[in-house]
């Protein structure tokens, strides 16, 4: 994505009211690339820009707050604690504010899953996903992050959004595959705190209508 068609994709969500913005993804983002769309997105709005790395080398020290997270279904403990121990320092010496979070990748996965070597937890049983989120909690994050991938075509169950919110006393965040108002009023009512709207984003062709009713529907 071009530094043109990044200020213009974040003019037009803050336009319609988004809470914040997520830096980062399952790609492997160059921290010059993130440094320059942190820039971009801090020069047209003050809202806060928290990052979403994947790895420590992509980490920039000009966003408001990183989610400092596990990927608790990973098979590989790079992802688990590897790239924390990397970036921690880091983490220190730039002011970042640390957000702790357990990150818990749901059927399909999609390249958050292929990316983080982790196996995809079933959209089917909800005991499972509880006992992920429950280790988190009792690891101390703050924060669980329920995520189908981004670009699948369903995304969480309500079902298994339900049982973590009410198994847990943390903030809940749900993202991947919500491509509408409909979708992201149903999370919510489920019992998600913060939904991450990156499917949209990358596929509306009239963006700034439609996150504007999909916020709408959220703080309705």
């Known amino acids: 994505m071009g530094a043109d068609e990044l200020v213009e994709l974040a003019t037009q969500t803050a336009y319609a009211g988004t809470d914040g913005f997520m ?6 983002l160059s921290l010059e690339k993130v440094d320059s769309a942190v820039d971009a ?6 809202l806060p820009v928290i990052l979403f790395p994947t790895h420590a080398s992509s980490v920039s020290g000009r966003a408001d707050a990183i989610f400092f997270m596990s990927l608790l279904n990973s098979e590989s403990r790079q992802f688990l604690v590897g790239e924390q121990i990397a970036s921690a320092r880091w983490v220190q010496q730039t002011g970042l504010e640390p957000l702790s979070m ?10 958050a899953g292929r990316v983080g070597q982790a196996q995809p937890l079933p959209r089917d049983d909800s005991d499972l996903v509880v006992s992920h989120a429950l280790a988190g909690q009792y690891l101390g994050m703050k924060y669980i992050y329920l ?3 981004s670009g699948a075509l369903e995304p969480v169950p309500d079902a298994i959004i339900s049982a973590v919110k009410n198994a847990t006393e943390v903030t809940l965040i749900v993202g991947g595959g919500i491509r509408t108002p409909l979708a992201a009023s149903k999370a919510v009512a489920a019992g998600a705190d913060i939904i991450v709207t990156g499917t949209l984003v990358e596929t509306s062709d009239r963006l700034k209508e439609d996150i504007s009713l999909l916020i709408k529907s959220i703080h309705s």
């Open 41 to 46: 997105i801090k020069e047209i709005t003050h």
């Open 147 to 149: 995520e189908a991938g």
């Open 102 to 111: 357990a990150y818990l990748v749901i059927a399909p996965g999609m390249a």
């Open 23 to 28: 830096v980062g993804g399952s790609t492997d």
